[in-house]
Each structure stands twice: as C-alpha cells, then as structure tokens.
C-alpha cells in the first residue's frame, strides 16, 4: 500500500489477555519503529528494527512486550499478560535507510484494556 | 539523555493571526530536530525537519521553523492561521550517532485550536 498501515485501529481486550499488534511498513523500507502514545502525552520509542534484527529495544517497558519483524516487513508487537495500564495508541513507523531521516507514522492501534 | 519541552499545552488563536508554538530540547550531541501534526483521528504528520544547514526551515502547510543553538530552541510559527490548522502538534528530536537509528524523542505536545 501507499502508507504505513496498522491493524486492528482498535482492539479492547479484559486484563491478563495477550494481544498481537500489526504493522505492515511502506514497501522497502528497512527501519520499522514502535512508540506508544498514552492519552495526553506524546509517543514515546519502543523498540526499532533494522531488517529482521531489533536494533534497539530499550523502550520495551518490561518482558510482558516483546516485537518480532522476521521477515524484514511485517512486524508484531506482542503484548502479554494485558494490564490497565497498557490501555494506549500504539504507533508504528517505517523510514528508508538514508538521509531523509524522516519517518512515515501510521495511524495506530487503540488499545483498551478493560 | 535526549528530552524535549513544549512549553505550552494549549494555544488559542482566531483565524488569520499569527501563531508560535514553543519548543526546547535538551541533548549532550548534535540533534536533527522535526515538527509533526496529528489531525483529529489520523496518524502523525512530518511538518517540517532540520538536520543542517540554514537554520530557517520551511514545511507544508505555510509552517515555518528556527533553529537556534545557542537557546535549544526549535519553534514553530505561522504568519496567518486556518481553522483546518487545528490540530496537535509534536516537536521531537533524534540525536545524531553515527548510526541507523533516529529513534524520536516527542515533546507532550501542543493543541492548537484556531477559532473564527
């Protein structure tokens, strides 16, 4: 497709669940991002791949959350263990290895942990 | 550790008057710094982007930013807003390390609400 695009828009699930979020990047592009907007603030990083290999997961909040991206295109993010407080938008990005440096956002996944 | 301030939460403006929206970051190395928009129920938008050179970038929209070293600063103005303006806006910076990765880090945001 044209955009970044992510699936569900919006997911509710009962606390203690797992969920799997999707992103599906703007063909061809190497680098994918996760960042999680809580209500009222900005997105904040989670974790990068670069290809396959996640580069960064510094912004993982604990083991409950874990990314896989294994086939250099499609990513996961997977959540286990659901609890209220992971109630948020959940972003992706994708951007092209090179100079632009700018990424191409999504428009996120709703998750509400009820 | 990178952060970024946006110094107001909320700014109220009537169409066609001037607006600035604030921004300081705080970095121990060189940044690349960007302004985005989130309308009402869509995904961010790249306004503008500085990574070098003339400090004075201009984006989409009529959106205009400054770079300025010395005070931290990145803000964006606009010399005579629409009511299809309304929207957040996040200013975020990505610090240059050699490599990769131009994770962002995002200010909390201000809502701009254009009014008639």
């Known amino acids: 497709g044209a955009g970044v695009s992510q699936t569900p828009s919006n997911k509710v699930t009962e606390k203690g669940k797992y969920v799997e979020l999707r992103c599906d990047p703007i063909?061809?592009?190497?680098?994918l991002y996760w960042y999680r907007q809580s209500l009222g603030q900005g997105p904040e990083f989670l974790i990068y791949?670069?290809?396959?290999?996640?580069?960064?997961d510094s912004g993982l909040p604990n083991d409950r959350f874990f990314a896989v991206r294994p086939e250099g295109s499609v990513s996961t993010l997977k959540i286990q263990r659901t609890e209220r407080g992971d109630s948020a938008v959940y972003l992706c990005?994708?951007?092209?290895?090179?100079?632009?440096?700018?990424?191409?956002f999504g428009q996120g996944t709703r998750l509400t942990v009820v | 550790a990178q952060s970024v301030t946006q110094l107001d939460s909320q700014v109220p403006v009537f169409e066609e008057a001037p607006v600035e929206l604030r921004c300081n970051y705080s970095?121990?190395?060189?940044?690349?710094l960007f302004w985005y928009v989130q309308y009402p129920n869509q995904g961010l938008q790249l306004l503008l982007k500085?990574?070098?050179?003339?400090?004075l970038v201009k984006g989409i929209n009529g959106f205009e930013a400054e770079f300025n070293k010395s005070q931290t600063s990145f803000h964006l103005r606009k010399p005579s807003v629409h009511i299809s303006d309304t929207a957040e806006y996040f200013c975020?910076?990505?610090?240059?390390?050699?490599?990769?990765?131009?994770?962002?880090?995002f200010g909390k945001g201000t809502l701009l609400t254009v009014n008639p």
């Open positions: 990005a994708s951007s092209l290895f090179g100079s632009t440096k700018e990424a191409f």
């Open positions: 063909s061809g592009h190497t680098a």
């Open positions: 791949f670069q290809g396959t290999g996640a580069a960064d």
């Open positions: 970095s121990s190395v060189s940044v690349y």
């Open positions: 500085y990574l070098s050179g003339s400090t």
């Open positions: 975020a910076v990505s610090e240059y390390s050699g490599g990769s990765n131009y994770k962002l880090t």
